[in-house]
């Protein structure tokens, strides 16, 4: 959980070590695969962001949440 915020925590994405980490579990209890493919997507973008040098859109979670939800319905549902 956010100190900050209050909201849940389910990826982080490190570009210095070049690893992102999706939580598969919250509080003893399974995630969606939907959310767990959702959170791996946000974190990527988090991740090319960072490498694209494009900071400010990189700290806006509106945005990155929206592209990486994108980015997730594309993988689900290409053919």
Not at 13 to 30: M, Q, S
Not at 68 to 73: A, E, V, W
Request: proline content about 3%.
């Amino acid at each position: 959980i956010d100190p900050d915020t209050g909201e849940k925590i389910l990826g982080l994405c490190n570009p210095l070590t070049n690893t992102i980490h999706v939580a598969t579990y919250f509080k003893g209890e399974k995630l969606a695969e939907d959310v767990v493919n959702h959170s791996l997507h946000h974190e990527l973008t988090h991740y090319i962001l960072s490498l694209l040098g494009e900071q400010e859109l990189n700290n806006n979670e509106t945005f990155v949440d929206m592209v990486g939800g994108y980015i997730h319905q594309y993988v689900k549902t290409k053919k």
